[in-house]
Each structure stands twice: as structure tokens, then as C-alpha cells.
């Protein structure tokens, strides 16, 4: 089965307004990604992702098309589908970085393979290791303060036991925030915070002492992107556990991570990483020293959040019983990109067992829809 034609489609959809995020990187208030859609001589489609913020990993959606259409694809073009590890590694030769657009090929080669093999990708990663369904923590906004302790009461209703507090910002106003949010949802309930690298070493070992009454479970990313020394420190002085997201993009980061012990738990995902292969090499890497792994989030469409949930429901070092990823991406916005969406119930996210990812896309309507 070989890879003949291909076509990008780049829908703009908003968030809906109680699920705009604000971050240390900005305001994100709608979404434009890029889809794909592979055929192959024997007819079959498969389809993939790239879910770009230009903030976070540096790709835009025209670069991603770009890149796509003249670099990546011209370089796999009439390759064999089945021979996904080779297909990974010309993506790499012929690019370095641009992670979020390699992994629409990869998704959409895989989601052909287990339609050709009448299987989910699950099964062909090696099966379930875990339920379908999948609980998720809820990422909250950097909010003012009313806005949090209402979202706070909002999301314990919704049934969600784990809120992520994004921080990063003015560290008078994260602490504030995190205290707030820490009240409205009483002492059970587990609360991790997200800096998205917005704090320096020094503020983020003086906020979480200010925060230390708080019971903060996790602390994700924050010390700048690349300072691995930094995020050592935090960690060694701080006393609290790290989850390492935004400095860990590929396997020499992660080797990086564990050699300088920065972290107790490393996010992964396929957009982030180049493909569900490149990370299952860091969630393998991370289970060979003790490190378990969560699904981190880039407020994905159905495509990749399907993908992201082969990966989490194959690979035992996935650890989101202990730490709860982010699989609800598509119901931060106001539509859906599939004909079949996945199913999204409050913090539970239950992937769809038809072959391949598992997500259909209607792509004449799409494509009408980006034309106008």
C-alpha cells in the first residue's frame, strides 16, 4: 500500500467562551489548525493533524502547510505505508524540527495501516493496557480571581478531581489564584500548576514556598524552555515534583531530563514529539529509569486527540491513573472537525474503536468551508 496524493485543509474554529485560555504565552481564544488527508493506490484515506501555536512550538499553519507540501511529503511520496519507522526517519532527514507537521503524516500513515488492517492503532501498538476511557484533569485559564473561583466550582460539578492552574504570569496573581482555586475546591481534590515556562528559577522557588500550604501535587514547566539547570534547581530546592512538558520535544530532551534529574514525570504527545513513534521512544526511555509519562495538550482537534489516546491506551508507562493527561481538547471548541467525534463527557474522554484512529472527517465540507 503506498502513499500517491495528499491534500491540507486549515479550519478556524473558536473556543467557546467559559474555555478561552490565557497562559504565560498569551490569550488563545480560537483555534487554526492544519488537517490532512492521505489516499493510497488501493483507495483508502487516512487522515492527520498538525496542531500549531506559533507561541508554544514555533509553527504557524501556512508553514506547516508549506513545509508539508514541499519538503515532507515530496520526501515520502510512493513510499510503503506499512514501513512507518522508515517514513519517520526521512521525515527527520529531510527536516529538523517542525514536529507538529510530521506527526499529521505519521498519524495519517497510521490511521491507513489499521484500516487496512480492519484494527484500531491500539492494536496495532500492541493493544490496550488500559480502559478506553480515560479521566483528564481540566487546564484552567490564568483567570482573575472571581473568574477562577467561579470556573473552580464550575468544574467540581462537571466531576473533575484533578484542576490544572496555569501560573507564569504575575507571581502576586498566580499565588492569589492557585489559593483561590485551592479553597473553592476544598483539600481532596488534587491541583497541579502549569508556568508554560513563565517563571524564573528564583520566582518559581519563592512562589511555591508561598504555596506550600496549598498541597500543589505537580508543578509543570516552570523554568524556561532549554534551562534544564534551572528546572534541576527547582525541583532539588523547591522540594516538589516536576512534570517536564515544554523543554522535552524529543528523545535527546529526555535523555537531558534524567541525566540532570529535573523532573519526576515527563509530558508527551505526538504533535509535541514528531509522530506517536517518537514518543513512545521518550515514554519508553522514561519506563527503563523509573520516570512515568502523562499525555500533555495543545487543545488538539479529533485527529490528534485520537492519536494522543492510542498512545496513552497502549503504552503501560502512560501513568494517567496517577497523573491525569489532557484528552478534551475538542470540547474546548465549538464544533467538530469529525462526523464521528470522539466521546467527551466532563473528564471523560472514551476513544472510538473503529479501525484506524478511529475519527472520519468529511472533507468536502471542510474544504468548502476553508475555501470561503
Not at 84 to 89: H, N
Not at 173 to 192: Q, S, T
Not at 229 to 242: D, M, T
Not at 282 to 297: N, Q, Y
Amino acid at each position: 500500500m503506498k502513499i500517491n496524493s495528499f491534500e491540507t485543509v486549515c479550519p478556524t474554529i473558536p473556543l467557546k467562551p467559559a474555555y478561552h485560555m490565557i497562559t504565560a504565552l498569551g490569550q488563545h481564544i480560537d483555534s487554526t489548525y492544519v488537517l490532512l488527508r492521505l489516499t493510497t493506490d488501493n483507495g483508502l484515506e487516512g487522515f492527520g493533524e498538525a496542531t500549531v501555536a506559533v507561541r508554544w512550538s514555533g509553527e504557524t499553519p501556512a508553514g506547516a502547510v508549506d513545509v508539508i507540501q514541499h519538503v515532507l511529503m515530496p520526501a515520502i511520496i510512493d513510499r510503503e505505508v506499512e514501513d512507518l519507522e522508515g517514513i519517520a526517519d526521512q521525515l527527520d532527514r529531510v527536516c529538523i524540527g517542525n514536529w507538529f507537521a510530521k506527526s499529521a503524516i505519521e498519524m495519517a500513515c497510521w490511521d491507513l495501516l489499521g484500516k487496512q488492517q480492519q484494527k484500531p492503532v491500539y492494536e496495532l501498538l500492541g493493544g490496550a493496557v488500559r480502559p478506553l476511557t480515560i479521566r483528564s484533569r481540566f487546564s484552567m485559564g490564568a483567570y482573575d480571581i472571581p473568574r477562577a473561583r467561579q470556573r473552580a466550582e464550575q468544574l467540581v460539578e462537571l466531576g473533575f478531581t484533578t484542576i490544572k492552574v496555569k501560573v507564569g504570569t504575575d507571581p502576586v496573581e498566580d499565588v492569589a489564584r492557585v489559593r483561590a482555586v485551592r479553597e473553592v475546591i476544598g483539600p481532596e481534590l488534587a491541583i497541579v500548576i502549569d508556568a508554560n515556562c513563565g517563571w524564573s528559577a528564583d520566582t518559581a522557588i519563592e512562589c511555591l514556598a508561598q504555596l506550600s500550604d496549598c498541597n500543589v501535587g505537580l508543578v509543570e514547566q516552570p523554568t524556561p524552555k532549554g534551562d534544564f539547570q534551572a528546572l534541576a534547581r527547582v525541583r532539588r530546592e523547591a522540594g516538589v515534583r516536576i512534570l517536564a512538558d515544554d523543554i522535552c520535544f524529543n528523545l535527546t530532551d529526555a535523555q537531558e531530563l534524567i541525566h540532570n534529574q529535573c523532573c519526576d514525570a515527563i509530558s508527551v504527545y505526538p504533535g509535541k514529539n514528531g509522530g506517536i513513534i517518537r514518543s513512545r521512544q521518550i515514554v519508553d526511555l522514561a519506563a527503563e529509569h523509573g520516570i512515568p509519562c502523562s499525555i500533555g495538550s495543545n487543545l488538539e482537534y479529533d485527529v490528534a486527540t485520537a492519536a494522543m489516546g492510542h498512545l496513552v491506551v497502549s503504552h503501560p508507562n502512560m501513568k494517567v491513573e496517577e497523573i491525569p493527561g489532557d484528552l478534551l481538547g475538542p470540547d474546548y471548541h465549538q464544533q467538530s472537525v469529525a462526523i464521528n467525534p470522539i466521546a467527551i463527557e466532563g473528564p471523560l474522554t472514551t476513544l472510538n474503536q473503529t479501525p484506524g484512529l478511529g475519527v472520519q472527517l468529511d472533507w468536502e465540507s471542510l474544504r468548502n468551508q476553508c475555501d470561503q
